[in-house]
Nanobody
Framework: QVQLVESGGGLVQAGGSLRLSCVVSGRTFSTYAMGWFRQAPGKEREFVAS????????YYTDSVKGRFTISRDNAKNTVYLQMNSLKPEDTAVYYC???????????????????WGQGTQVTVSS
């Protein structure tokens, strides 16, 4: 059974930073490309960032480029999302997800991801 557990969410003022972590267990971590998604109240879940199995390729939605950085540590079975210069519109529940993808692949479509975490709340106050 594959499990994904996110942590690191919280309340931060606009302009602040948070780092989210997601630990994966149950299968070899390097099997998966990883992604972060978010869902704000009343809105659909949206793609934030993804990273390939080796970490060599990354992909971001336009609204977070230059502010967020996705990374992974395959030795620790963990993917990270460093979020800087946070804005109130970044407020959402953030989910990590695992994609059994080909080497080098990064994807932004939620149905491509087989496993999901339970989410962690990020709230940015103005």
């Amino acid at each position: 059974q594959v499990q994904l557990v996110e942590s690191g969410g919280g309340l931060v003022q606009a302009g602040g930073s948070l780092r989210l972590s997601c630990v994966v267990s149950g299968r070899t971590f390097s099997t998966y490309a990883m992604g972060w998604f978010r869902q704000a109240p009343g809105k659909e879940r949206e793609f934030v960032a993804s990273i390939s199995r080796s970490g060599s390729n990354t992909y971001y939605t336009d609204s977070v480029k230059g502010r967020f950085t996705i990374s992974r540590d395959n030795a620790k079975n963990t993917v990270y999302l460093q979020m800087n210069s946070l804005k109130p519109e970044d407020t959402a529940v953030y989910y990590c997800a695992a994609d059994i993808a080909a080497w080098g692949t990064v994807r932004s479509s939620a149905p491509s991801y087989e496993y999901w975490g339970q989410g962690t709340q990020v709230t940015v106050s103005s």
